[in-house]
């Protein structure tokens, strides 16, 4: 996978390390710390759903059933902020929990 700009990939996937976001309609401004949906140097390792993207069987899903424990929604690029830091990642929900 070829490199991107960092420019180019916020575009593509949101932002990653390093990049400041505002917090709603605040003057708050946070860093996002840890990038664990892929990152420039990981680019395509992203799950991208939507938009006219082509999402296929065994990419970026797997085929574990929610009795095997999959979760029942997953949310993508999330930004979490937590005392442990700020991070993107994906989110599983399951039963109204977050599981992972």
Known sequence: MPDLKRAVYADLFGPTTGDRIRLADTDLLVEIEEDRSGGPGNAGDEAVFGGGKVIRES???????RAEGAPDTVITGAVVIDHWGIVKADIGIRDGRITG
């Open 59 to 65: 990419m970026g899903q797997a085929r574990t059933t």
